[in-house]
């Protein structure tokens, strides 16, 4: 069965310390893995596509890297408005379409000046 | 350019009454998905639809369908509305190229049933 996990559920942070978010899948065959951002009360905001083991991606403060099972994102010295729930996601290959996305229940960063 | 865009953006509605949420995708994008996100559950996909036909389906009961029009706009319908169907709606479009496309999402429609 096709899973995705997400560790931890929580966490917090100073300003500037900087830490990663673990996305764990189980898939058979991974299309691709997505990162997306979640604020309160809105829609998930897009930050990176990774397709193959190896693949790295980064954004600012936000770097994604992916193996055969896992996937970091990292933060590095991280600022207050980057406090919202990450969430992961992975489309498997038998999965047609574009959009058929399984999700995590993703990490709620908060990061305290 | 314009991004996601999804009416009403907040619904109350009784059990048993029926109730049909709006998106707009992104120009020039042919996929819209639907998934419904509840806190004990996260984000599940419903259903999508790729040049007015489903494409794909998620578990949900029959009572939840949708469609979509020429223009790509899409439409999703709830009817006998249970206690348990309150949530936050998301529409997600993408160009649909047959990788793994990243999704766009809109701000969704809160919908509290009681």
């Known amino acids: 069965e096709d899973q995705v996990t997400q560790s931890p559920e929580a966490l917090r942070l100073q300003e500037g310390e900087s830490s990663s978010l673990n996305c764990s899948y189980t898939?058979?065959?991974?299309?691709?893995l997505f990162w997306y951002r979640q604020d309160p009360g809105k829609g998930p905001e897009f930050l990176f596509t990774?397709?193959?083991a190896g693949e790295e991606k980064e954004k600012e403060r936000l770097k994604a890297t992916l193996t055969k099972k896992e996937s970091f994102l990292h933060i590095t010295a991280p600022k207050p408005e980057d406090s919202a729930t990450y969430l992961c996601?992975?489309?498997?290959?038998?999965?047609?379409?574009?959009?058929?996305?399984?999700f995590g229940t993703g990490t709620r960063l908060t990061v305290i000046p | 350019k314009a991004g996601v865009t999804q009416t009403p953006r907040y619904l109350i509605k009784t059990r048993g009454q029926q109730v049909t949420l709006s998106c707009s995708p992104i120009?020039?994008?042919?996929?819209v998905s639907w998934y419904q996100q509840t806190p004990g559950q996260g984000l599940q996909f419903l259903f999508e639809?790729?040049?007015?036909?489903?494409?794909n389906k998620g578990n949900f009961p029959g009572r939840f369908s949708g469609r979509q029009f020429s223009n790509s706009r899409s439409e999703m319908n709830v009817s006998t509305l249970e206690l348990g169907d309150s949530a936050l709606y998301l529409c997600?479009?993408?160009?649909?190229?047959?990788?793994?496309?990243?999704?766009?999402f809109g701000q969704g429609t809160r919908l509290t049933v009681v």
């Open positions: 997600a479009s993408s160009l649909a190229d047959g990788r793994g496309t990243e999704a766009f």
């Open positions: 898939v058979s065959g991974l299309r691709g």
């Open positions: 990774l397709y193959s």
């Open positions: 996601a992975v489309q498997a290959m038998y999965q047609t379409g574009a959009n058929n996305l399984f």
């Open positions: 120009s020039g994008h042919r996929s």
């Open positions: 639809y790729f040049s007015e036909t489903q494409r």
